[in-house]
């Protein structure tokens, strides 16, 4: 596995490098361009597998048949989502996940291509119908049978056991994020609905004609007590399978897994409060009073990256200092704030982009990276990537500066960010409290090596301003992390 990410890895790189020296315009977005690339090629590759593997069209009458290029495109576009879904997996949770549940991965998607080939060979296998045999006696039994004809129900078959993989993994990943990341969690919810709703629709669509061909309805039930008929037997498989994808989409609808109205998920929330975030809550007052006065101890200087970088607050300070500063956030409201408040500056870039994912920055290519009350939004799959990625990005002897939200007390206190917004409304997100023995933890897998921890109190000029503060004077209400590569 790590050989395999290696090398996808050293692939990426080398087209980002390739891509940045003939397109210039595309150097701050390179990963977004090499997703674009690989979608295309795998775009490319259904098509031609799709039109010349599966020959879906003509059908077998020499006419173009609806329901026969239905069945192909469905098998071609399962190939597809299938090789599509592994490198989508590999690229955004691979390298973060337990390797047995990559593993597992692999193993289901492999394992659905070959059944795609299956049923391609399918198509090319002679079918004789137990009508056929029975009359053998005669001489229309003796006549050659077309290859593929009859074969519509073997191909559904083949197809929802295709479902019933795809379905079984969703359940896994699903049980595996639970605990683990939210937003993976509701992804796999959303899929596995969609899965049932497109195999189910596709199902009656492409295949059921077959099966009023073959069978009447009132004797598919009976016909599975006669192994005789062999066509209502498949017929009875297909109902069968049909009613299981529908019952699965019951049961796999039925819980969303979301949190309580009242705590919005991250971008919502922040869209929300985007236009009175700079008037502080208690705690963004605490850990402003004294990142500021950090900012005048650290040396700032050279290319200077801030993740999470919000309406600008802090990169206003160190556009001052900084050759070139890359404002990254994930929020359209907040980082256009923040080209609004830094409109003057010639030597700030603006990234829309996950923390987690910074793709279209160079390694080493960073003297300093700043990341200030944003860890306790990411949940733990997101906050290892993010290490990893500073880690890369971040040159030799250069440092990150992190600081969070005291995770004892979001545990014990408040598991939310709270704001109020323009129209006085109080407003939760949702936090992940990181343990600092679970960030220490990410820093080591990353390669970091050397930090050193700052607990900021809450002081008694912090309650002159924001009189709620007075409960929990001299409580180290915000933690400082300074990591050295």
């Known amino acids: 596995m790590n050989s395999l990410l290696q090398f996808l890895e050293h692939t990426r790189a080398s087209l980002a490098g390739l891509i940045r020296k003939v397109t210039p315009f595309f150097r701050l977005n390179i990963g977004a361009v090499v997703t674009v690339f690989a979608n295309l090629i795998f775009i490319v590759f259904v098509l031609v597998f799709a039109f010349i593997v599966f020959r879906i069209f003509p059908g077998k009458t020499g006419r173009f048949e609806i329901p026969h290029i239905l069945r192909h495109l469905g098998i071609a576009g399962t190939t597809w989502a299938s090789l599509h879904g592994a490198y989508d997996f590999i690229r955004r949770q691979g390298r973060y996940v337990a390797p047995w549940f990559a593993g597992l991965n692999l193993v289901i998607l492999i394992s659905t291509v070959l059944l795609c080939l299956v049923a391609m060979g399918i198509e090319h296998m002679p079918y004789v119908s137990n009508h056929a045999l029975s009359a053998q006696h005669t001489s229309e039994a003796d006549q050659p049978v077309s290859s593929g004809e009859g074969r519509e129900l073997d191909h559904l078959i083949v197809l929802n056991v295709v479902l019933a993989l795809y379905l079984f993994w969703d359940i896994v990943a699903r049980r595996y994020y639970r605990?683990?990341?939210?937003?993976?969690?509701?992804?796999?919810?959303?899929?596995?609905?969609?899965?049932?709703?497109?195999?189910?629709?596709?199902?009656?669509?492409?295949?059921?004609?077959?099966?009023?061909?073959?069978?009447?309805?009132?004797?598919?039930?009976?016909?599975?007590?006669?192994?005789?008929?062999?066509?209502?037997?498949?017929?009875?498989?297909?109902?069968?399978?049909?009613?299981?994808?529908?019952?699965?989409y019951l049961v796999v609808s039925?819980?969303?897994?979301?949190?309580?109205?009242?705590?919005?998920?991250?971008?919502?929330?922040?869209?929300?409060?985007?236009d009175v975030y700079d008037k502080c809550n208690a705690i963004m007052h605490v850990e402003r009073r004294h990142t500021s006065t950090r900012l005048s101890e650290l040396d700032i200087r050279g290319r200077i990256l801030d993740i999470g970088c919000g309406t600008g607050y802090y990169s206003e300070r160190l556009a001052s200092g900084a050759s070139e500063l890359f404002a990254v956030d994930?929020?359209?409201?907040?980082?256009?704030?923040?080209?609004?408040?830094?409109?003057?500056?010639?030597?700030?870039?603006?990234?829309?982009?996950?923390?987690?994912?910074?793709?279209?920055?160079?390694?080493?290519?960073?003297?300093?990276?700043f990341c200030c009350l944003l860890i306790d939004h990411l949940d733990p799959i997101d906050l290892s990537a993010l290490f990893h990625e500073v880690f890369r990005v971040l040159r030799a002897g250069g440092w990150l500066y992190i600081t969070d939200v005291n995770p004892y007390y979001e545990l014990s206190e408040q598991r939310y960010a709270r704001f109020i917004d323009a129209k006085g409304f109080e407003r939760r997100i949702e936090v992940f409290p990181h343990t600092i023995g679970s960030i220490a933890?990410?820093?080591?897998?990353?390669?970091?090596?050397?930090?050193?921890?700052?607990?900021?109190?809450?002081?008694e000029s912090d309650v002159v301003n924001v009189k709620e503060l007075a409960e929990i004077l001299d409580y180290p209400l915000v933690v400082e992390y300074l990591i050295y590569k």
């Open 330 to 369: 994930c929020n359209d409201a907040m980082l256009r704030r923040c080209r609004e408040r830094l409109a003057s500056r010639t030597n700030v870039h603006f990234l829309k982009g996950k923390a987690s994912y910074l793709e279209g920055l160079a390694d080493g290519s960073f003297d300093c990276v």
């Open 441 to 459: 933890a990410e820093m080591g897998k990353a390669g970091f090596r050397t930090w050193q921890l700052t607990e900021v109190r809450v002081v």
């Open 254 to 274: 039925s819980h969303t897994g979301t949190a309580p109205e009242e705590v919005l998920a991250v971008d919502r929330g922040y869209s929300a409060i985007a």
């Open 179 to 248: 605990s683990r990341s939210r937003k993976w969690f509701e992804f796999y919810g959303r899929l596995s609905s969609w899965d049932v709703t497109l195999f189910t629709v596709f199902g009656l669509v492409a295949y059921i004609p077959f099966i009023s061909r073959q069978a009447q309805i009132s004797q598919v039930v009976f016909s599975v007590f006669s192994p005789d008929q062999t066509e209502f037997f498949s017929a009875s498989l297909v109902a069968a399978f049909l009613m299981f994808e529908v019952v699965m």
